[in-house]
């Protein structure tokens, strides 16, 4: 593990691209854009971070320079202690990544070979990497298909290949993007149950980029949303919430038919069935608002609905 201080700790990361604009009809120009524009980031040992963001918002180009895949125009950046391009060899021995569609496995190979192989790409012990291994069978239930070739592999199947590639040489930190995409139902809850695992038995630290928010609502304690190359947002999901006006709803079902409830702490925004099921958003403390609903009219029965996070992160990237 890296000890004490932080996993990641990144201060003024920018990184321009120089690309050809139209400046007429047979003349183009050449200019500069920042795709990371001033980010300023630290993760703790053990945490598990959300980084969102629309399409070129800069997401992938800030994980491509804390891998060392990119090196940055301006700022500074260090990963478990180590500055990722000049200690990129150094730095994939603890560090596991798996970035969207890209394959570490060995496509006519069967997943268990493809193991082996990363056993002797990551220089790891038999006995670490036989442990590590069995465990991780284990958890994602691969047994029925560790002899199969990948190409012949399931997309749910194979992710759950790619997450054990990533993990065979014990990293201290885990860099995820969109590791849920295209996945069924069950194959997403499979993988989510793994990784939370992951983090508690291991204190792994997570690095979570995703266009799924429920991975974040699973997952996160931590929301970093990054947009136009700048942070936006770095809290939790409950502050996000309370920053861009999100509320609690409760739904009302009345025994018998009314007019639209009038209780102090919410107001009504969808009455149905004539009355007898009513939408109120909550602007005031739920007990009160409740204990006044109640003495208002005869319930048969009322539920909480919590903000749902894509509209909040919706109205985020709204905001001029």
């Known amino acids: 593990m890296t000890g004490v201080g932080p996993v990641v700790d990144v201060r003024g ?85 798996v970035f969207g569609q890209r394959s570490q ?35 994602l239930e691969m047994s029925p298909f560790l ?30 993007d969109e590791p849920t995409i295209g996945l069924d139902v069950v194959s997403k809850e499979a993988v989510r149950g793994f990784l939370a695992e992951l ?6 630290t997570l690095v979570l980029t995703t266009h799924d928010l429920a991975d974040i609502e699973r997952l996160c304690d931590r929301l970093v949303v990054i947009d136009r190359g700048s942070v936006v947002h770095d809290g939790t ?16 079902e009345l025994d018998r038919p009314g007019p639209p409830l009038a209780v102090p702490g919410a107001s009504t925004e969808r009455v149905e069935a004539d009355g007898r099921r009513q939408t109120l958003a909550l602007d005031g403390a739920l007990p009160a608002v409740v204990a006044a609903v109640a003495a208002a009219a005869p319930l048969r029965d009322l539920r909480v609905v919590e903000p749902a996070i894509e509209d909040v992160i919706t109205r985020l990237w709204k905001t001029p």
Request: aromatic share 6%.
């Open 199 to 204: 983090n508690v038995r291991y204190g792994t």
């Open 237 to 252: 999901l409950a502050a996000l919430h309370a920053r861009y006006g999100s509320r609690r709803r409760l739904v009302v």
């Open 147 to 176: 002899g199969t070739p990948v190409r012949q592999l399931s997309l749910g199947q194979r992710m759950r290949g790619e997450l054990t590639a990533a993990l065979l040489h014990d990293p201290e930190l885990l860099f995820l």
């Open 13 to 97: 990361l920018r990184k321009e691209f120089t690309v050809w604009a139209r400046t007429g009809r047979f003349r183009r120009e050449r200019r500069s854009v920042a795709a990371v524009d001033g980010v300023d980031l630290r993760i703790e040992p053990g945490e598990m971070v959300g980084y969102l963001g629309p399409n070129g918002a800069g997401k992938s180009t800030t994980l491509k320079m804390l891998t060392g895949i990119l090196t940055p125009s301006e700022g500074s950046v260090r990963v478990c202690g180590l500055e990722p391009v000049p200690d990129r060899t150094r730095l994939a021995r603890r560090i596991g990544a």
């Open 105 to 139: 496995l060995w496509w006519d190979l069967p997943l268990s070979e493809s193991f082996a192989l990363l056993r002797s790409v990551y220089r790891v012990g038999a006995a670490d990497h036989a442990r590590r291994l069995a465990e991780c069978v284990e958890l």
